[in-house]
């Protein structure tokens, strides 16, 4: 609505994120609500005859229109229709004439797309200044409670996080309704499911549905590497299970050079299939600049995926693995999930993902890992990043945190240790409930 009320069609907007996170029908919805008409061409799934008007008329725009609205069978009209261009990665030609369609005036233009910064789908076109970009993720757990109905606990979550105090006797109701959304993940087509049936069995038949739509996804656009590519998708949840959760590439060969696999984890990356999380050296305003791209860890970007991709089909099939989950009860280092889907909540909240580590062999002091660091909003002379701590037993320790508070302390805002318990506050600690992670 920004954009549109803002822009009057000077730029188009570009939707990018992985497949199945719901781009093309939030973006069909707001034509139908905010526009007098609009024409969605599905690049994926395109007829011979809007190919034509496509391959032959782009340079031609009255032409152009007039054979589009023919074809399409909808009538457009001047500033106050939208062309929908879908799944864009598949027609790169049409990204590039984005310039002169904006710069025409006539309509609004939106563009959707997964992939569509890989290097296969950009190149020998030029791409558009005249292009704004907006990356949607899986649902968060604020939209998920919107599905089930809930409009009340979060603005609660938020008025005892503003107020520094703690849920009291609704924990354990907030704690139970963020487990189910750890487990259902925040893939649009597993939350509906969700809310029809209340099965997670049935929610990991959807959930396998799109681990293989990705799987297909590498094998169509991974080019020369897909077998690698395949290689660390499957490998994500076992390096993520380790105490450390650094992706270790001896995991997939022993003698692997990361040099080799580099193109691999930005392809990954690029797919918004994974979230990765670098190592930085030291905490500072701009850590990309002190970031060590050899060393990270490797998310996927929804956590209920995560789960259906380190359990075997035949593990899941019955209910009591899902209870396991529910309880907290589950026989596996959970904090792998909890550390997932803080990573995948800081990402949805525009964060860049980050952490430190030092293995000093000479110092104890020295030696620690702090699991995320994240930047304040505003930034001042000092104390601008908040080391963050994930924890997911019921009894923890925190001495990488203090060590880390000692060392860096001059360079440090909040730090907070985030757990399953209600908030507190304690010896300059904050002590984070993780449903109100997205609140940071």
Known sequence: MQWKNKEKGSVA????????????????????NEYRSYILVNFAHISNAMKMVFDEYLNDLDSFFLFLQNVAGIKLYERESMIVFDEIQNYPLARQAIKHLVADGRYDYIETGSLVSINENINNILLPSEERTISMYPMDFEEFLWALDDELTMPFVKRCFDKHLPLGPMHSKVITLFRQYLIVGGMPQAVLKYVETKNFQDVDVIKRDIINLYRRSISKYASNYKE???????????????????????????????????????????????????????PQVGMRLKRDEQIFKCYMLDTGLLISHSFDEKVIQGEELYQKLLLDKIEM??????????????????????????????????????DFLVEKPSLTNAHNICPIEVKSGKNYTFSSLNKFISKFGKQLATPYIVHTKDYKEENGIVFLPIYMVPLL
């Open 333 to 370: 280092n959970s904090g792998m999930l909890i550390e997932n889907v803080v990573a995948q909540m800081f990402v949805a909240s525009g964060h860049k993902l980050y952490f430190y580590s030092c293995a000093s062999r000479d110092s104890t002091d020295d030696r620690m890992e702090i």
């Open 228 to 282: 690698k590519v395949k290689s660390i998708f499957d490998q994500i949840p076992g390096e993520l299970q380790k105490h450390e959760k650094r992706f270790r590439l001896s995991a997939i060969e022993k003698t692997a050079r990361y040099r080799t696999y580099e193109s691999s984890f930005y392809w990954l990356q690029d797919a918004q299939i994974t979230n990765m999380c670098y190592r930085v050296t030291e």
């Open 13 to 32: 907007l570009l939707i990018e994120g992985a497949r199945r996170v719901g781009k093309s029908w939030i973006v069909e919805e707001f034509a139908k």
